[in-house]
């Protein structure tokens, strides 16, 4: 959620009285070994909001790092009771290996309205998301409901669900379940002397890990807890923040054992873009800030969280909802830049910008050599990018021979970086698709080109 929520988060304490379920637990969920993807729930919006879309929205990634929207990034779920929208949607494998999801109940950026409840789907394997209700997390009046994160409490045999609140201040709240449709009476899970936001809980080793935003100086921090009772978290790390402004934690356990993944969703100095740190030991004070190269979110994504997946869900998942049909150019010596078109000419530009479909490209077949590629504009279908005079422009597909040619390059392995690529003209042989202030032209390069010239010219064909 955004920092401009807190300025909404003033009310009344009235009284909850909710049950707890005591329903069985299958304690038969799959192992960590046998996780080969991950698979990330979020919702979309754009620096201008024409991007927005308060369904549940689903992406896949086999490093955890690049990310593939399925269903073209369009919601694959989208509430129809309360206020018809979510935010913040958190996954959940489940004690029997299927998952649930729990997500706020809030539509748009109306920050002053307050639901009692959240939203949950359940889904057997990722291929449909079914069981949709709300539950009611609390009685309280004029308090939100946000940010839901889920962990096992092992020594209650039931489920947490952990979520900002704001009575008196800016705390989390937790209710403890076994079905995800009955919840007991809300308790006060953290409030540390300063407010808080937005908690992403994770038990390794039989400790339990909170990460979450202090308000007052709105870094990320991480706190730990030997039995992840409430009230019993101590902070032990320094504060984390990249951007201007930083929330919605997303820590994440690396499938191959080697360490961890702090996600942060940052809303300034422009919305909606998020930057990593990893570390090899969750228990220490060590966090590295990875390089932009390193990574790419799913296209305009919020907030939301990561699970790792077997083979057979990251199947079944593309599967049921494919993969894009389109790609994305990402600048390798200026790695939050894409390639897109305004105006008819093409240029890099830093992520997030509007209208972000001038950045989405239908890679095709090349026009004068199906041997190689040529990119359509998603937005502007029929005008490819092409050069002329050198210089890369979007111009309608008019047939000639010379825009076939001009609109042709072979891909090759990146002049800076062979695990990405570079782009060859097809009939200027030995020039390159490059960028040079902020411009796309074609140019001549080789081997012996300078470095900054051939990472110029180097790109990850992303999505």
Same mark, same amino acid.
């Given at each position: 959620?955004?920092?401009?929520?807190?300025?909404?988060?003033?009310?009344?304490?009235?009284?909850?009285?909710?049950?707890?379920?005591?329903?069985?637990?299958?304690?038969?969920?799959?192992?960590?070994?046998?996780?080969?993807?991950?698979?990330?729930?979020?919702?979309? #919006?754009?620096?201008?909001?024409?991007?927005?879309?308060?369904?549940?929205?689903?992406?896949?990634?086999?490093?955890?790092?690049?990310?593939?929207?399925?269903? /073209?990034?369009?919601?694959?779920?989208?509430?129809?009771?309360?206020?018809?929208?979510?935010?913040?949607?958190?996954?959940?494998?489940?004690?029997?290996?299927?998952?649930?999801? @729990?997500?706020?109940?809030?539509?748009?950026?109306?920050?002053? $309205?307050?639901?009692?409840?959240?939203?949950?789907?359940?889904?057997?394997?990722?291929? &449909?998301?079914?069981?949709?209700?709300?539950? /009611?997390?609390?009685?309280?009046?004029?308090?939100?409901?946000?940010?839901?994160?889920?962990?096992?409490?092992?020594?209650?045999?039931?489920?947490?669900?952990?979520?900002?609140?704001?009575?008196?201040?800016?705390?989390?709240?937790?209710?403890? %379940?076994?079905?995800?449709?009955?919840?007991?009476?809300?308790?006060?899970?953290?409030?540390?002397?300063?407010? @808080?936001?937005?908690?992403?809980?994770?038990?390794?080793?039989?400790?339990?890990?909170?990460?979450?935003?202090?308000?007052?100086?709105?870094?990320?921090?991480?706190?730990?807890?030997?039995?992840?009772?409430?009230?019993?978290?101590?902070?032990? %790390? &320094?504060?984390? $923040?990249?951007?201007?402004?930083?929330?919605?934690?997303?820590?994440?356990?690396?499938?191959?054992?080697?360490?961890?993944?702090?996600?942060?969703?940052?809303?300034?100095?422009?919305?909606?873009?998020?930057?990593?740190?990893?570390?090899?030991?969750?228990?220490?004070?060590?966090?590295?800030?990875?390089?932009?190269?390193?990574?790419?979110?799913?296209?305009?994504?919020?907030?939301? &969280?990561?699970?790792?997946?077997? #083979?057979? #869900?990251?199947?079944?998942?593309? &599967? $049921?909802?494919?993969?894009?049909?389109? @790609?994305?150019?990402?600048?390798?010596?200026?790695?939050?830049?894409?390639?897109?078109?305004?105006?008819?000419?093409?240029?890099?530009?830093?992520?997030?910008?509007?209208?972000?479909?001038?950045?989405?490209? $239908?890679? @095709?077949?090349?026009?004068?050599?199906?041997?190689?590629?040529?990119? #359509?504009?998603?937005?502007?279908?029929?005008?490819?990018?092409?050069?002329?005079?050198?210089?890369?422009?979007?111009?309608?597909?008019?047939?000639?021979?010379?825009?076939?040619?001009?609109?042709?390059?072979?891909?090759?392995?990146?002049?800076?970086?062979?695990?990405?690529?570079?782009?060859?003209?097809?009939?200027?042989?030995?020039?390159?698709?490059?960028?040079?202030?902020?411009?796309?032209?074609?140019?001549?390069?080789?081997?012996?080109?300078?470095?900054?010239?051939?990472?110029?010219? %180097?790109?990850?064909? %992303?999505?």
């Amino acid at each position: 959620m955004a920092l401009t929520r807190r300025a909404f988060t003033l009310g009344a304490i009235a009284t909850a009285g909710l049950t707890a379920s005591g329903l069985a637990i299958n304690p038969h969920a799959a192992s960590a070994a046998t996780y080969t993807a991950y698979l990330k729930t979020y919702f979309t #919006e754009s620096p201008n909001q024409s991007a927005a879309d308060y369904g549940l929205h689903l992406a896949v990634s086999r490093d955890g790092l690049n990310w593939s929207p399925l269903n /073209q990034n369009n919601p694959v779920v989208t509430p129809t009771a309360g206020d018809l929208g979510l935010r913040d949607p958190f996954i959940f494998r489940k004690q029997d290996g299927t998952f649930v999801v @729990v997500a706020t109940d809030l539509f748009g950026l109306n920050f002053g $309205r307050n639901s009692q409840y959240l939203h949950v789907w359940d889904s057997t394997n990722l291929t &449909s998301f079914t069981g949709y209700r709300r539950i /009611q997390m609390h009685t309280y009046a004029n308090v939100h409901t946000w940010a839901p994160t889920v962990f096992w409490d092992a020594g209650r045999g039931q489920y947490a669900i952990v979520y900002s609140a704001n009575t008196t201040t800016d705390l989390f709240l937790v209710n403890y %379940t076994s079905d995800f449709r009955t919840v007991s009476a809300p308790q006060t899970y953290f409030s540390p002397g300063f407010p @808080v936001l937005d908690a992403d809980i994770h038990v390794d080793g039989g400790v339990t890990y909170m990460y979450y935003k202090n308000l007052s100086n709105g870094n990320l921090y991480g706190a730990r807890s030997n039995t992840g009772a409430p009230n019993s978290f101590t902070t032990y %790390t &320094s504060g984390l $923040r990249q951007g201007n402004a930083i929330e919605g934690a997303h820590l994440l356990k690396r499938n191959d054992g080697s360490g961890w993944w702090l996600w942060g969703d940052s809303f300034s100095p422009i919305n909606n873009d998020f930057y990593l740190w990893g570390t090899s030991n969750i228990g220490a004070n060590s966090w590295s800030v990875l390089n932009q190269r390193d990574y790419t979110p799913p296209l305009n994504s919020k907030h939301g &969280s990561i699970v790792g997946i077997t #083979e057979a #869900e990251y199947n079944g998942a593309v &599967s $049921r909802w494919g993969l894009p049909n389109w @790609v994305r150019l990402k600048s390798w010596n200026l790695p939050d830049y894409f390639v897109r078109h305004s105006n008819r000419a093409i240029r890099i530009d830093p992520y997030p910008f509007d209208p972000h479909r001038d950045q989405m490209w $239908r890679m @095709v077949p090349g026009l004068a050599d199906s041997a190689g590629v040529s990119f #359509e504009s998603i937005n502007v279908p029929g005008s490819f990018l092409r050069h002329s005079g050198y210089v890369a422009r979007l111009d309608p597909n008019d047939n000639s021979a010379t825009f076939r040619a001009d609109a042709t390059f072979y891909r090759t392995a990146g002049l800076a970086d062979g695990a990405w690529s570079s782009f060859r003209s097809y009939n200027f042989p030995t020039y390159y698709l490059r960028h040079a202030g902020y411009v796309l032209r074609i140019d001549p390069l080789s081997s012996s080109s300078s470095v900054a010239d051939r990472q110029d010219a %180097t790109f990850r064909v %992303t999505s």
